[in-house]
């Protein structure tokens, strides 16, 4: 299976490194301007304060604080940059992994190894992990070194409960990928499902946050429980949040891996 996990890590390498430098520059822009920022932060804070609700909304924005680089990069970041980074490197790795590999008749050449379908299943699997890993440490860890850099303050516990609320968020999102991937034999229907989950979620949360009378919708979307905010600033992680990416990951990996193992791949 190490085999299998290294194979596939070096033919993603591209794509991990790509998302990482992104990652790594995104952040690097935020906190080389944020000491300019903060001199001015009550005049920022006021001017997105007064931003109206709906837009605040729009963008998870909860609760403005510019003078910390926590609240600078909740909003900067987190709050759109960051996640769609994360969705589309998650969905594409997935689609690729099992479905395109399908598609492409590569699978067919793998399973007439002798190699059970449990480890082609989990050595993706794992290589994906490792890759969100790698992306992780690169676009969120990597705040530690540039605000020493920078000679900016930090709050340590902070970033690791941002670092852990994203990992797990990510981690959410591949594994339901995965999922559809070994369902389907085109990465293009992957890609769509997960992709249209994902639109749908944002959708439903930002329709609860809009509709007092709707509220309860922000419990189906994955985005509600990534409550980056409240990681970033108050260093703290809802109860909630761990049961439900925890539960889609388990529940979504046992799916396709039984889907994986049963299905009918021609060889």
Known sequence: MLAIIWRTIKDRKV????????GIVFLWMFVAMFPSIQSQSQAFTEMIANYPEGFLKAFG???????TIEGFLSIEQ???VWPIMAIFLMVSFAGISLSGAIEKGTMEIVLAKPVSRLKIF???YVAGLVILIVFTICSILAIIPLCKLYDVDYELG??????????LFAWAIFSMAMMFSAIFSEKSKTYM???GI?????????????????ADLKYASFFYYFDYTKALMDNSIDGLSYWV???????????????FWKRDIAV
């Open 78 to 80: 987190f709050s759109i």
């Open 61 to 67: 924005i909860s609760e403005v604080d510019m003078s």
């Open 198 to 214: 994902m639109v749908i979620m944002y959708v439903l949360n930002l329709i609860a946050s809009l509709k007092d009378n709707l």
């Open 193 to 195: 499902t997960a992709g």
């Open 158 to 167: 902070n970033i690791i409960s941002i670092t852990i609320l994203g990992f």
């Open 122 to 124: 989990f050595g993706r």
């Open 15 to 22: 794509s991990m490194i790509v998302y990482s430098l992104f």
């Open 245 to 259: 990416f925890g539960g889609t990951i388990v529940i979504c990996t046992i799916i396709g891996v039984v889907w």
